[in-house]
């Protein structure tokens, strides 16, 4: 099984279908990193409850995901791949956790301001104790190296604050993880709106290229990307964001350097720029959505796979859970 090498753990809320931003920001690194580490990786459904779900589209969606992860490339005999709700530890770790989390630390999450904002009309304790129920699933399996975007460190930091402070009190109980901050594509902006970042929950389709997108809508969003009246394909965040992130996601789709986009397409304008662009993102799609086509038919290979991982998960999970369980001094179970 695991645990001849440090443990790497990562996840997504099935929130909504998957973009390239999900991608470039944490699916190809999960696929770099995962020669490296033992690896978990978690369709994190009880997270998604934060938002009011329809059940069925959500069921259906939360599967897609885990379909996603393995047309990415990650192998779900060698890496665990499941699901958050198959294993019970992870609430009952939240639990224990909340009553070492302080409502000043919580009050301080720059991601319940902002969804709180989003959802006026639903702000709920599990928007607000998110965070806990994060660094239950990391403290669980004991992760040292937890690979997200720049939008969930101060998530991390917290998973680390609190870890520490229970290893404080109880002795080593909690492996402290670090965060790994991928670099190129770390932050993909919504192609409407190149000040906000590229979400699966943006309520306009044109904002989002996804990830089972087809080429023809592809290239569509991209010629119809929000840029600026300048004509030359030039890397300046502050000056033109639009095209600076159309440069961003090239130079990630092509594997090459700001400076070499900008040679490229010196001369040509936007339009060449754009469909180049809405090319370059079809292609990288493509392996990863024909394997998605031939897995959706394996029905019975991809529900092997989660009952095998949802039992190897529950495992590593039980046993942290039963050991901050008898720290803290709960009555230990008679077998
Ligand atoms: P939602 O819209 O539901 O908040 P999201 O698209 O922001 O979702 P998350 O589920 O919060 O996505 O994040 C999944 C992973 O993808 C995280 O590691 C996150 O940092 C990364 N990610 C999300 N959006 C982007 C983006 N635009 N650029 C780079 N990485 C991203
Ligand atoms: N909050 C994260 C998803 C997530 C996660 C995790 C990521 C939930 N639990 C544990 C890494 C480790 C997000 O919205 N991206």
Known sequence: MFHDRKILYSGMQATG????GNYLGALKNWNSLNEEYDCLFGVMDLHSLTVRQNPAEFRQRARSLYTLYVASGLDPEKNCIYFQSHVSGHAELAWILDCFTYMGEL?????????SAKHADNINAGLYTYPVLMAADILLYQSDVVP??????????ITRDIAGRFNGIYGDVFTIPEPYIGRQGAHVMSLQNPEKKMSKSDENPNASVYLLDDTDTIIRK????????DTQVRYAPEEKPGISNLIE???AAENKTFEEVEK???????GDFKLAVGEAVASMLKPMQEKYKELS??????????KENDEKAQYMADK?????QKKVGLTERIR
Not at 297 to 306: G, V
């Open 148 to 157: 997200v975007g720049v939008d969930q460190k101060q998530h991390l930091e």
């Open 107 to 115: 009050n301080r999450m720059t991601q319940f301001k902002d969804k």
């Open 17 to 20: 279908n998957l973009t390239i």
């Open 222 to 229: 991209f010629k119809r990307a929000v840029t600026d009246s």
């Open 264 to 270: 490229e397409f010196e001369g040509k304008g936007y």
């Open 320 to 324: 942290t859970l039963r050991k901050v």
């Open 249 to 251: 996601i090239y130079a």
């Open 297 to 306: 038919k394996e029905k019975s290979y991809i529900d092997s796979r989660i």
